[in-house]
């Protein structure tokens, strides 16, 4: 499945104000079932969003929001997946850390994971006492043992609850709609605030819309989106030589090859991360003027200047543009790696986490890169083209040696790689990319496999290789 985006043509005043108060007031509505959901121990109850419907309905519940019924019915169930979605999501973060716990046992590990397989099971263990287990048995030493460490993981990583922070969008059920053309245009009839009254937005292109679908507000275009959902034609899978990929900074890729694709990226990172960072520097000496005014007692200049001179307009406007530019190069890179290699499989790391960089300029342009939009891209174009990608183990790709496993910091100098060792020479991107794509099949090197742990495989692997050669020489810690 993929997400579709039709925009419609710029609306009138009328409709817009119309649209607008709609959206605001579903978000209201959307928030106060947030807050109740919120709650551990009734969350830990609603396995879906009838709970909470059905017995308002039973009493002629009216939305206080002056929502038609279907939309506050949809508003609910919108913010009862809400937070199922959020505590999929901290399960999701937390399986690789029961997998790496060596000192659990089977069991335990099995009771942690049938835990974290229902939201409404992690609620109950935060709310009061644990869901009881019935399927199979552990003791109750082990299971406290669990039960203390995931309340303990989840108290440090949940965040804050989910709220509405800003009234943007409302969804749209199939009976909420209308899609008809009229003299060559498309038109899509939405529910309002009033009983047998839709507005028309007019819309651009002309495909098909079906099923659920979401309205976004464009404040700054004085329109709106329709998202829909729609299936991806499933193509023959790709039969070519697995292939492995190191995200850069001057380009989007290098394979173990040393092809490099999207070789512009890298100059268009650059020029936008110093432009918006001039911007900002500006934007913030503008800040303490005003606020020095504001503490002086002029007023009205700190508000002159707030809004005229510290909008959000056009500062939206360019990094959008700069997001549109980096997604299509690294669109156009991906399209390159599926035509001219053709893999079965695409062997990346993990390209949604980003790890510290040695200079404030290298870290504001790897910060502006928004490493899960690559992340995005590169899973979607991927499927889409025939290919599966694995994500593996990145620890210390671009420091070990190839060709006899040594591991030194000192082995890569910028772009250059050079062995300390046996003085294999190559571009350190290749030689990160090859180290990911053997890690595809390593046995020992897992994706959750600790860093140290890695540096131990790599270490007794170098040893072996001194000792097949013959070399007496020993090696430092």
């Given at each position: 499945m993929r997400t579709i985006r039709r925009i419609s043509r710029a609306l009138n005043r009328g409709k817009w104000e119309a649209l607008v108060k709609l959206v605001r007031r579903y978000a209201a509505e959307k928030d106060a079932h947030l807050l109740a959901f919120g709650q551990d121990t009734y969350f830990a109850v609603c396995e879906s969003d009838r709970l909470r419907r059905d017995d308002p309905l039973r009493e002629g519940y009216n939305s206080l929001n002056g929502l038609q019924g279907r939309m506050w019915k949809l508003a609910l169930k919108d913010a009862h997946e809400t937070v199922s979605k959020k505590w999929s999501a901290l399960a999701c973060e937390l399986r690789p850390r029961i997998a790496q716990r060596s000192d659990w046992s089977q069991l335990q590990k099995r009771y942690a994971y049938w835990l974290l397989k229902s939201p409404?099971?992690?609620?109950?263990?935060?709310?009061?006492?644990?869901?009881?287990?019935?399927?199979?048995?552990?003791?109750?030493?082990?299971?406290?043992?669990?039960?203390?460490?995931?309340?303990?993981?989840?108290?440090?990583?949940?965040?804050?609850?989910?709220?509405v922070r800003s009234a943007r969008s409302a969804a749209f059920d199939a009976n909420m709609y209308e899609v008809f053309e009229e003299e060559g245009a498309q038109y899509i009839k939405v529910m309002s605030l009033h009983p047998r009254e839709r507005v028309v937005i007019?819309?651009?292109?002309?495909?098909?819309?079906?099923?659920?679908?979401?309205?976004?507000?464009?404040?700054?275009?004085?329109?709106?989106?329709?998202?829909?959902?729609?299936?991806?034609?499933?193509?023959?899978?790709?039969?070519?030589?697995?292939?492995?990929?190191?995200?850069?900074?001057?380009?989007?890729?290098?394979?173990?090859?040393?092809?490099?694709?999207?070789?512009?990226?890298?100059?268009?990172?650059?020029?936008?991360?110093?432009?918006?960072?001039?911007?900002?520097?500006?934007?913030?000496?503008?800040?303490?003027i005003a606020k020095k005014a504001e503490e002086q007692g002029d007023k009205a200049k700190a508000k002159r200047i707030r809004k005229f001179n510290?909008?959000?307009?056009?500062?939206?406007?360019?990094?959008?543009?700069?997001?549109?530019?980096?997604?299509?190069?690294?669109?156009?890179?991906?399209?390159?790696?599926?035509?001219?290699?053709?893999?079965?499989?695409?062997?990346?790391?993990?390209?949604d986490?980003?790890?510290?960089?040695?200079?404030?300029?290298?870290?504001?342009?790897?910060?502006?890169?928004?490493?899960?939009?690559l992340k995005e891209r590169v899973d979607f174009k991927a499927s889409a083209g025939g290919s599966r990608r694995e994500q593996v183990n990145p620890a210390y790709s671009s420091q070990t040696c190839p060709a006899c496993w040594y591991v030194h910091k000192d082995n890569r100098r910028g772009d250059a790689f050079q062995c300390l060792n046996c003085g294999h020479a190559d571009f350190s991107d290749r030689v990160a990319a090859t180290n990911l794509k053997a890690r595809l099949s390593d046995p020992e090197i897992r994706l959750w496999t600790p860093k140290e742990g890695v540096g131990a495989i790599l270490h007794m692997r170098f040893k072996a290789c001194l000792e097949s050669w013959g070399d007496p020489a020993t090696v430092s810690g």
């Open positions: 409404q099971r992690l609620a109950q263990l935060m709310a009061s006492k644990a869901p009881l287990l019935t399927h199979f048995e552990i003791s109750f030493t082990e299971r406290k043992k669990v039960q203390s460490y995931l309340r303990r993981v989840i108290r440090l990583n949940r965040g804050r609850s989910p709220r007019p819309l651009t292109g002309n495909t098909s819309i079906s099923g659920n679908i979401r309205l976004v507000l464009d404040w700054e275009g004085q329109r709106v989106e329709i998202h829909y959902t729609s299936e991806v034609k499933a193509i023959p899978s790709l039969t070519g030589e697995p292939c492995g990929l190191d995200a850069g900074v001057s380009e989007v890729f290098t394979d173990e090859g040393g092809n490099r694709y999207g070789e512009g990226f890298g100059e268009v990172l650059s020029e936008a991360s110093e432009r918006l960072t001039v911007v900002g520097r500006k934007r913030n000496r503008l800040h303490q510290l909008g959000w307009k056009k500062l939206r406007a360019t990094r959008r543009k700069v997001r549109c530019e980096l997604e299509r190069q690294i669109n156009a890179a991906m399209n390159e790696v599926l035509r001219q290699r053709q893999p079965s499989v695409i062997a990346t790391e993990r390209l986490i980003r790890g510290k960089a040695k200079s404030k300029r290298l870290s504001r342009t790897v910060s502006l890169w928004t490493r899960h939009i």
